[in-house]
């Protein structure tokens, strides 16, 4: 059984229709990338995940339970944590405090929520030692970490990252990846969106195509390198 299934979901906006029979999945312990470009859906299809975005057929199913119509809150308690695109952490507070927002679900069980605090810190150092500084303050390429940090709080059995390299430079960008790549080693799956179709596949099970709202190719990720199309219209190949 799939971790995460989207069966056939369509969403729009208003008149709008911007996904269409959307099928995808994501199993326990994989990364998973869905590439496009701006406009293919992406974070539309992340939006109907999160719960942001009402679907307006099909359904959405996590760890074998509907999820599609839940508040975005009920979902974070049934094990999914988002890292939005455009990296929003809380500027006037410390980096603490943004920690302490992501662990929202453990904030009653102290002793449990600062082990999770120690750990995330522990995981990124320089936040560790900045960690009572206001999180406006902070570098892109720190924020990519904190906003990552933010949702380890609330220890998921998934995280959907929405384009986690835009705006970095190429060396946080790999920095990134290796933290995201640890994250699943340590038993979370990861459904990863990402125009940077290069390192996306560099890192992932398996991946799925998006263009117009639709899934246009699935397959491995050594499938969809060696696949004309992506090479063509992804990858920078002839």
Do not use: H, W
């Not at 974070?76 to 603490?96: H, K, N, S, W, Y």
């Not at 406006?136 to 720190?142: A, D, R, V, Y």
Request: hydrophobic share 40%; proline share 3%.
């Amino acid at each position: 059984m799939a971790l995460l299934e989207l069966k056939d979901v369509s969403a729009s906006y208003g008149a709008i229709q911007a996904l269409f029979n959307l099928s995808l999945s994501v199993n326990s312990g994989e990364i998973v990338c869905l590439i496009g470009a701006n406009g293919a859906g992406k974070t539309t299809a992340v939006r109907t995940i999160t719960g942001t975005l009402p679907i307006t057929s099909g359904e959405i199913r996590f760890n074998g339970e509907q999820i599609s119509g839940q508040r975005s809150s009920a979902i974070v308690r049934a094990g999914i944590a988002c890292v939005p695109e455009g990296r929003r952490v809380f500027p006037e507070m410390t980096i603490l405090e943004n920690l302490e927002i992501g662990g929202f679900i453990t904030r009653k069980d102290r002793e449990k929520s600062q082990a999770i605090v120690d750990y995330v810190l522990d995981t990124f150092p320089v936040l560790k030692e900045r960690r009572n500084q206001a999180a406006g303050t902070l570098s892109g390429g720190e924020q990519a970490m904190l906003v990552l940090g933010r949702a380890m709080m609330s220890q998921p059995k998934l995280m959907v990252l929405d384009e986690p390299s835009m705006g970095l430079a190429p060396v946080i960008v790999e920095k990134a990846f290796d933290v995201i790549k640890n994250i699943n080693e340590q038993g979370t799956a990861i459904l990863l969106v990402e125009q940077n179709a290069n390192m996306a596949l560099a890192i992932s099970t398996r991946g799925y195509v998006l263009e117009g709202g639709e899934v246009k190719l699935e397959g491995s990720a050594e499938e969809l390198k060696s696949s004309e199309m992506v090479r063509k219209l992804y990858l920078g190949g002839s």
